[in-house]
């Protein structure tokens, strides 16, 4: 019983501590970047420190590609500490993360002996239902069908002053958002559910958006606190130079140094909007694309 009362405690305690003010560009991106790339490189235990160092420093965020938390869990297994999994396990679960991601994951079957296992097991649905409970469903079925119009005035045969009347629209209602809710986090709107075709992620919208005076600012405070995805900005700015061919950022696939304008200071520019050097980046998606096998 002792043990049980000691295993809530220290989960109610982690659940509960505040995240530290931060400035995440100065201080949370880049070493998050290379604590990931030492994931990728199964250098556990230098992940493992570097994301504790981050997480004293600014608490962690759930970037939807990294996911700190998921990371931190198995990284915790991995470093032969498998009984600190748990806070992280539990984190996930309160922010929307179906059990079904440990069960069905062998990494965390070690886990499996532990007190800690029973008790994240009797209480996922509760977690579940306390997170759905929360979510503005009125907002999230409005952020849907954007994302959904935005693709459909994108279909062949294209009326362009119909796609540029659609973005517009949408460019002053996402305002209107970050006045009343700022970003729509997964808290305020919930997960993407692609199975049923449900994209709540606002991303793809600002590559359609040209109001970079207003934007800029806005976006560039949010992810300074942590609020808004690191890679909003320079995507939302490379986008309006697709005309030209010529990019700061860097932030399409298949272009090359020779199509970045000033490319010996991209990684200046890069890590001054909260994205990870050029260089790091390449290295990380191949990695990430070989681990998860896409």
Known sequence: MNRILSILIIMF???CVDKPSCNFIDSYYQDVYKAELAFYEEDYQKAYD????????????NQTLIRESEMMAKLSIKVGEPQKAFPYMERMLKEGMSFDTFENDEIYNILKEYEEWDYLTR????????????????LRAEIIAMNRLDQEVRQPP?????MERVDSIHQKRIKEIFNQYGYPSAQLVGKNNFDQGERVDIGTLFF?????IYFKPVLLKMIENGKAPADILGNMLDSRQRSRGFYDYGIYDNVDSTNILDFKNI???RVAVGLAPWKLKKRVDSLRRGYYGY
Do not use: P
Not at 50 to 61: D, H, M, Q, T
């Open 208 to 212: 359609h958006f040209d109001d970079t």
């Open 158 to 162: 294209i009326d362009f002053i119909e």
């Open 50 to 61: 570097i994301f504790k160092e981050v997480e004293a420093r600014c608490g962690l965020l």
């Open 13 to 15: 305690f982690f659940s």
């Open 123 to 138: 209480n996922a649905a509760s977690y579940a239902d306390e997170f759905n409970a929360n979510i503005n469903q009125d």
């Open 267 to 269: 990684d200046k520019r």
